[in-house]
């Protein structure tokens, strides 16, 4: 089983950067896929990126790319989402995701596990 906590949401200003950080729990986290994604209100949860096992392969939902880049750290336990050049759709619960799976998904129901989210706020 895998625990995760999100940190590192806030509000910023359109433009400008944050660094999303997920730390998990658990003895097996290099054995899990991980993911991003996010939810405005009144909205779906939806993908923003996600990370095979061993950080070889990652992919971006189109709307992100080229703007956040999603890496983890095995050592520690870690993965993160550095999201730059911000612009106010951006803003949203953002969440953390564990998928106990060598192919890495895009989709939601794929994932096993998931963390309580952070806010994040674009301001125009």
């Known amino acids: 089983q895998v625990q995760l906590v999100e940190s590192g949401g806030g509000l910023v200003q359109a433009g400008g950067s944050l660094r999303l950080s997920c730390a998990a729990s658990g003895r097996t986290f290099s054995s899990y896929a991980m993911g991003w994604f996010r939810q405005a209100p009144g909205k779906e949860r939806e993908f923003v990126a996600a990370?095979?096992?061993?950080?070889?392969?990652?992919y971006y939902a189109d709307s992100v790319k080229g703007r956040f880049t999603i890496s983890r750290d095995n050592a520690k336990k870690a993965v993160y989402l550095q999201m730059n050049s911000l612009k106010p759709e951006d803003t949203a619960v953002y969440y953390c995701?564990?998928?106990?799976?060598?192919?890495?998904?895009?989709?939601?129901?794929?994932?096993?596990?998931w963390g309580q989210g952070t806010q994040v706020t674009v301001s125009s």
């Open positions: 990370i095979n096992w061993s950080g070889g392969r990652t």
């Open positions: 995701a564990a998928d106990y799976a060598l192919a890495v998904a895009t989709t939601r129901y794929e994932y096993d596990y």
